[in-house]
């Protein structure tokens, strides 16, 4: 049972415009959300997070917006450039009991010129 | 260096051979997870280490895996008896100090058993 979803296995947005990457999960006791970034052939790379007590938190062209009443949360990445395309995933912990990090199965992000 | 190290970065395996996999974390990060990535899919979480203690291996998915950090710093992740199943990109990934931190992964290893 997948506890982090990303739904969307891919998505190709225009230079220069918004990309919104989704994710959904299911555990209620998850206190704290993270993105993180893959290039072919390397590990993945942290981007930004965002605790329960929040409902967004931004970092330059990144934006990351949670809805706890729908267990959703989104990326965007404004405006979009050809170093975005990755593949991102979605992570979440239940961080009060130090518990691990969950990961979703990612979302491909291609950036066309 | 300056991030974590993976070693071999790649390694073929007849099935049935054992293997070892090693993590160099970064200096004075007290946690250290390894993670299991199956191609198209996410990473799976597989067991951690706050320093040489083992307080988390229930992702293991058998007894054929065995991690060990014996001295809070380099981890071994070692398969036995290795399965075409377990063909993946062994992740390693350390933080400074509470789980829930961000964590700085290595290249990762990628095991194919033949």
């Known amino acids: 049972d997948q506890q982090v979803k990303q739904n969307s296995p891919s998505l190709s947005v225009q230079e220069g415009r918004i990309s919104i990457l989704n994710c959904d999960y299911t555990?209620?006791?998850?206190?704290?959300f993270l993105w993180y970034k893959k290039y072919p052939a390397e590990g993945p790379t942290f981007l930004i997070s965002i605790s329960s007590i929040k409902d967004k938190n931004e970092d330059g062209r990144f934006t990351v917006f949670l809805n706890k009443s729908a267990k959703h949360l989104s990326l965007h990445i404004v405006p979009s450039q050809p170093g975005d395309s990755a593949v991102y995933f979605c992570?979440?912990?239940?961080?009060?009991?130090?518990?691990?990090?969950?990961f979703g199965k990612g979302t491909r992000l291609h950036i066309l010129p | 260096g300056a991030g974590v190290s993976q070693s071999p970065r790649y390694k073929v395996a007849k099935r049935g051979q054992d293997v070892a996999l090693r993590c160099d974390p970064i200096?004075?990060?007290?946690?250290l997870f390894w993670y299991q990535q199956a191609l198209g899919q996410g990473p799976e979480f597989l067991t951690y280490f706050q320093n040489e203690a083992q307080l988390d291996k229930s992702g293991l998915p058998s007894d054929r895996f065995f991690a060990e950090r014996p001295e809070g710093s380099v981890s071994t992740l070692k398969i036995q008896r290795t399965q075409q199943e377990d063909s993946a990109v062994y992740l390693c990934?350390?933080?400074?100090?509470?789980?829930?931190?961000?964590?700085?992964f290595g290249s990762g290893t990628q095991l194919s058993v033949l």
């Open positions: 555990n209620s006791m998850f206190d704290y």
């Open positions: 200096s004075g990060h007290v946690s």
């Open positions: 992570a979440a912990s239940v961080n009060y009991r130090d518990d691990k990090i969950i």
């Open positions: 990934a350390s933080s400074l100090d509470r789980v829930g931190e961000k964590l700085f």
